[in-house]
């Protein structure tokens, strides 16, 4: 959608409906009711098509602020306002908030041997996996690079972890394709869950440091004080 439109449509809508609204004024005064209803009608439609045009436009702006263009998940922007949310829910109900980081394993290699369009494959495999594995409630979302991240709303530390451990052996046990070439991928996944509101940057650093521990060995799901080896 091109960006000067998307810009100007805010004042091109405005000085419409004014237009609009003031032909209708003076249609009322000098004009036939055939034509003032003619008149009306058209200030209708232009009304409606303008209302789509502007959902339209909005659709874009989410889109472009909040979704992965590549994998077509949220992406940072997106999980941080989530996240955000979710702090503040813990403030005012007695609930959990758990965080997963998914991060492949060898990743690197696969991009050095068969080329970054192949990684890029394999990232949007794994983001319907992903999509697929969670509830509506959950939150999916782009990291960056080859990292991924859940957000679980209501889930404590022994619920995320089995669903950590799901996700990580569905990816474990399913074939990636990428013009005619199998990959087998594994994914380490790090573990913070909270019942109580904590700073988010010590929240995200808690499940990271979870993830560091789980790249030990790999193919791993790990709180920070305890690795699950698979």
């Not at 959608?1 to 609204?21: E, G, Q, Y």
């Not at 999980?79 to 702090?87: L, P, Q, R």
């Not at 509506?136 to 889930?155: K, N």
Request: one cysteine or more; aromatic letters at 12%; hydrophobic letters at 45%.
């Amino acid at each position: 959608m091109n960006r000067l439109f998307i810009n100007l449509f805010p004042i091109i809508a405005s000085v419409v409906i004014l237009f609009l609204h003031i032909l209708g004024y003076a249609a009322t005064l000098y004009l036939s009711n055939y034509l003032v209803f003619l008149i009306w009608l058209l200030s209708a439609c232009i009304h409606i098509i303008l209302i789509l045009k502007l959902g339209k436009v909005t659709r874009f702006f989410h889109k472009s602020m909040y979704i992965d263009t590549l994998t077509q998940l949220n992406n940072r922007n997106f999980f941080n306002m989530n996240i955000t949310n979710a702090m503040e829910s813990l403030q005012k109900k007695q609930t959990y908030v758990s965080l997963l980081i998914i991060d492949l394993d060898n990743f690197k290699d696969i991009n050095d041997t068969y080329g970054h369009i192949a990684g890029d494959e394999i990232l949007k495999q794994l983001s319907h996996i992903l999509k697929n594995n969670i509830r509506t409630t959950d939150i999916a979302a782009r990291w960056g690079g080859d990292e991924f991240v859940i957000t679980l709303h209501g889930v404590n530390g022994k619920d995320a972890f089995n669903v950590a451990d799901r996700i990580r052996r569905i990816i474990h046990n399913h074939y990636f394709y990428y013009n005619g070439t199998s990959f087998k991928v594994t994914a380490s996944i790090g573990i913070a869950s909270i019942g109580d509101k904590m700073d988010i940057n010590t929240f995200i650093d808690l499940a990271d440091k979870a993830l560091y521990k789980a790249k030990i060995n790999k193919n791993s799901v790990a709180f920070l004080d305890v690795c699950f080896d698979l």
